[in-house]
């Protein structure tokens, strides 16, 4: 029994001895962390103290990034500058050297002077000497008489018989043109007014103003239909006709024998006043 009571006591000692006992490890490190960080520090100062002793004038545009990093340039900076080459950037002059975001003000008034390129200020005036020697070199304009062109005069010609050549030679109207005139020429006999052109196929204001620009209208020229001799097909086809005009007028013509004047067609109401406006410069009884 008294054993194992001083047994307890023992461990009891033991645990309580570890819970109180602080070993002066930490005072130790703390002063190797110390003296690691001073030394580190030390050799950094040390090796930025050669390297500012060896720096030397790089061209940006071709240094690799120690040649960069030994010109003064920081690791970022460095990236930077060949990042804006890869993209296809050039430095011309020293002050292009800014133009890199990460460059400052303050950074480029230390770099400029390892940086092997001309200043932009000089370069400048000396582009400007160039340009005024060349320019003072320029001769002088010479001199031309300006010179007067005559307005051609336009010889109109007779729609009802100017022929395809001079046809095409009108501006807009062309070959397409051309054959649709002399067709529908041909079927009715001719034309009164130019603007029957506007009924044909293609023929907007423009070819109809131009073609009024070049021709003028004879209707003496038109090739008439005789009442008394055509066919009923001859005057269905004429402009302002129909199917039914031409019935009405060959039944007239079975009941009086002869038409002795056109105008018995509009008195006799044989055809209506307004066709027969058109159809009077298309018909004749003799």
């Known amino acids: 029994m008294m ?103 303050e950074d480029y008034e230390n770099l400029k002077a390892y940086i092997d390129l001309p200043a932009k200020s000089a370069q400048s005036a000396k582009n400007v000497n160039v340009a005024t020697q060349k320019k003072s070199n320029k001769p002088e304009p010479k001199s031309y008489e300006k010179k007067t062109y005559e307005t051609k005069q336009i010889v109109k010609q007779d729609l009802n018989t100017i022929d395809s050549v001079a046809l095409t030679k009108i501006p807009f109207i062309g070959a397409f043109r051309t054959q649709k005139i002399l067709e529908t020429r041909k079927k009715w006999g001719g034309f009164y007014c130019i603007s029957q052109l506007k009924s044909l196929y293609s023929f907007d204001s423009t070819a109809c103003a131009n073609v009024e620009k070049h021709c003028y209208i004879n209707v003496a020229n038109i090739q008439r239909v005789n009442l008394n001799t055509c066919t009923f097909k001859e005057i269905q086809n004429l402009p302002a006709s129909s199917y039914y005009i031409a019935k009405n007028i060959f039944d007239y013509k079975k009941i009086v024998g002869t038409i002795q004047n056109v105008t018995e067609l509009v008195k006799n109401n044989i055809v209506e006043r307004e066709k027969f406006e058109v159809l009077k410069y298309y018909l004749r009884t003799e």
């Open 3 to 105: 054993h194992n009571i001083i047994a307890v006591i023992i461990i009891l000692c033991v645990v309580v001895f570890f819970r109180l006992y602080e070993p002066p490890q930490k005072e130790t490190n703390a002063g190797v962390q110390t003296d690691t960080t001073t030394f580190v520090q030390k050799s950094d100062l040390a090796q930025n103290k050669i390297i500012e002793q060896e720096r030397y004038a790089i061209d940006p545009n071709t240094a690799a990034l120690d040649e960069l990093l030994q010109a003064g340039f920081t690791r970022q900076q460095a990236f930077t500058c060949i990042k804006y080459r890869k993209s296809g950037g050039v430095f011309r002059y020293k002050d292009d050297i800014s133009k890199l975001y990460t460059v400052s003000a």
